[in-house]
């Protein structure tokens, strides 16, 4: 059996929406690094897209797993409920930021996650307007690719998507986009499109994800919060890519000191184990009656299991610290690349590791090279190198290693990336 064997093999069995970005099959994964089915060995700067924050099987995740297994792997939360899930939700209303009571609520995927904020905003406010940001990614289900501010490939060829669905632009200072100019698109919308009093909610990634990791101001955040006072209106916080330690904090909201009214969560929760959050304010969570919320696979006994080993394991190993340390490192090398390659690398950015390398054309942030970032992410692989892209122009390679990663193996991963950017010069 070979890569080869099983890509063609996949191509005559499944879906050609669910895409492979890398024609590598796995065999087994230890941390920050895979091995495929060839025995080749890959360093993984991708962590299955910020899911893997404490590293491929990390032990003490993979022995909660295992203990809860052998005692029952799902009974349905809603008809049979226990401890874990209790215990999780626990945890979770502690750590959500903000000293407002919360309550929780658990699903499987992160759109699940984003849909369920979404109702329940319009619950709450009895309003039918939701407001987003261009860029924002929010799930590939019929409402998320609404809220979801890219067209290819989430949204092309889906339509018509529900209405009362808007989109502003979200504050970028590489791209000119200021935080003024948000304000005052938002005021727009208010102006001509919908009046403050029929929106539910206004939903922001405190970093893009798929946009191309852009973080938002925390001067702008804050003025979300006040706009949101002053209207009535919800503020959801999605941090699906953002929590669990990946920015340097657990959830990237707390580098802005606002509270949410509600977030999501999903990604790095559980270490690769299906699960899901909506964290709230415990009077809006409550809005909702028994019954309106929930899914068959929602708050999976193992999901529970491997989320509460994973806030351990964040905890015990200082993980939010060791963000920081490991976008210290990595941008430290990629600004070195970029004094190499003025004209290709636009600009390195980072909320501790949540890194980003925008590649551009002759060094103008309005030449995006998505040609080059499509090249480097194949040649990389050849170098048992793992990337992954982004970015609405699909000109950015974002680095999401694991934050258990040594920095022996950032070293030797950035000696691949040099020589694979090196080859194509």
């Known amino acids: 059996m070979s890569n080869q064997s099983l890509h063609d093999r996949r191509a005559q069995a499944m879906a050609q929406g669910q895409g492979a970005l890398h024609p590598i099959y796995v065999d087994k994964a230890r941390n920050a690094e895979i091995w495929d089915i060839e025995g080749a060995r890959y360093i993984d700067f991708g962590a299955g897209i910020a899911v893997n924050n404490t590293g491929h099987n990390h032990p003490v995740v993979q022995a909660a797993v295992q203990d809860q297994i052998e005692r029952f792997s799902h009974t349905c939360l809603m008809v049979t409920p226990y401890e874990s899930a209790v215990a999780l939700a626990e945890k979770l209303n502690l750590a959500a930021p903000g000293d407002t009571p919360k309550k929780s609520l658990f699903v499987t995927t992160g759109a699940e996650a984003v849909e369920n904020c979404v109702k329940i905003a319009r619950s709450f406010t009895g309003r039918s307007g939701v407001i987003a940001f261009k860029g924002g990614?929010?799930?590939?289900?019929?409402?998320?690719?609404?809220?979801?501010?890219?067209?290819?490939?989430?949204k092309a060829g889906f339509g018509p998507f529900p209405g009362e669905i808007y989109h502003a632009p979200y504050p970028n200072a590489y791209h000119g986009v200021s935080e003024a100019d948000s304000l005052a698109a938002l005021d727009d919308l208010f102006t001509c499109d919908i009046e403050p009093g029929r929106v539910a909610a206004i939903i922001i990634e405190p970093v893009q994800g798929e946009g191309g990791f852009y973080a938002a101001p925390p001067a702008f955040v804050q003025a979300l919060r006040r706009l949101c006072d002053q209207h009535g209106i919800l503020l959801i916080a999605d941090e699906i890519q953002t929590g669990f330690a990946r920015t340097g904090r657990l959830f990237a909201t707390e580098y802005s000191g606002i509270e949410p009214d509600l977030m999501t969560m999903a990604k790095g929760i559980a270490g690769g184990f299906p699960i899901s959050a909506v964290v709230g304010k415990a009077h809006i969570?409550?809005?909702?009656?028994?019954?309106?919320?929930?899914?068959?696979?929602?708050?999976s006994p193992l999901g529970c299991a491997a989320a509460l080993a994973v806030l351990d394991v964040i905890e015990a190993e200082n993980l939010c610290e060791r963000?920081?340390?490991?976008?210290?490192?990595?941008?430290?090398?990629?600004?070195?690349?970029?004094?190499?390659?003025?004209?290709?690398?636009?600009?390195?950015?980072?909320?501790g590791a949540m890194i980003a390398m925008e590649l551009v054309v002759d060094g103008d942030a309005n030449k995006p090279d998505a040609e080059l970032t499509k090249a480097l992410i194949d040649e990389a692989r050849h170098h048992g190198l793992i990337l992954l892209s982004c970015g609405i122009r699909g000109n950015v390679v974002r680095f999401?290693?694991?934050?258990?990663?040594?920095?022996?193996?950032?070293?030797e991963g950035m000696d691949r990336l040099d020589e694979a950017f090196a080859a194509l010069s």
């Open 137 to 154: 990614f929010h799930g590939r289900t019929n409402l998320t690719m609404g809220l979801t501010g890219k067209i290819k490939p989430y």
């Open 285 to 299: 969570m409550d809005h909702p009656g028994p019954g309106a919320l929930g899914g068959t696979y929602g708050g």
């Open 323 to 351: 963000a920081q340390q490991v976008g210290e490192h990595m941008v430290s090398r990629l600004k070195r690349l970029q004094t190499r390659f003025p004209q290709r690398i636009g600009e390195v950015r980072n909320l």
């Open 400 to 411: 999401l290693p694991a934050l258990t990663i040594s920095d022996e193996l950032i070293a």
